[in-house]
C-alpha cells in the first residue's frame, strides 16, 4: 500500500465505509426492484406508487441501481485511486441519497430503513466538507 493511502485520515476512511455501505445497498435494492417491479421482493406494495408517474418498480429501480448503487460504488474507486476529482462525486452521491429518500417519503410511507439512509445521505455529504477530508482529497470546496 502507498504511504498516501496509508495516510488517510479517519474521515476519509469514513466516507469509503459510508459509500461501500450505500452501494451495496443500492446495487441490492435496484436489482431487488428490476428483478421483481411488482415489489414482491422487497415487500412493497405497487399501491405505493399510485399517484407517482409509475406503474411499478422498474424505473425506481434501474434509478436505484445505477444512481445509488453503481455510481457510489465508481465514486468509492475513484476515492481509492485518485481522491480530488472524487471528492466532488461523493457529495454528489450524498445529495443524491437525500433527495432520493425525501422523493420516497413524499409517495411511500416512512420507515426507519429511509430514515437510516437518509442519515447515510447526510453523513456522506457532511464529511465531504469536514477539514481532514479537504486536505486529503481537494473536499466539494476545493483549496
Not at 68 to 90: D, I, K, N, Q, T
Not at 93 to 105: A, P
Not at 117 to 141: D, H, K, N, S, Y
Request: with cysteine.
Amino acid at each position: 500500500m502507498s504511504a498516501a493511502r496509508s495516510s488517510r485520515p479517519a474521515a476519509v476512511w469514513a466516507l469509503m465505509a459510508l459509500l461501500l455501505l450505500q452501494g451495496l445497498s443500492g446495487v441490492a435494492g435496484g436489482v431487488s426492484l428490476v428483478a421483481a417491479p411488482d415489489g414482491r421482493i422487497m415487500q412493497m406494495p405497487v399501491s405505493y406508487l399510485d399517484g407517482s408517474p409509475f406503474s411499478d418498480y422498474l424505473i425506481p429501480g434501474l434509478i436505484l441501481l445505477l444512481m445509488l448503487g453503481v455510481f457510489p460504488l465508481v465514486v468509492l474507486a475513484g476515492l481509492w485511486l485518485r481522491p480530488r476529482p472524487a471528492s466532488y462525486g461523493a457529495f454528489a452521491v450524498g445529495c443524491g441519497l437525500i433527495f432520493w429518500i425525501l422523493v420516497e417519503v413524499l409517495i411511500i410511507p416512512l420507515s426507519a430503513l429511509q430514515a437510516f439512509f437518509g442519515v447515510v445521505g447526510v453523513l456522506i455529504a457532511v464529511v465531504t466538507l469536514l477539514p481532514a477530508e479537504r486536505r486529503c482529497c481537494g473536499g466539494t470546496l476545493g483549496r
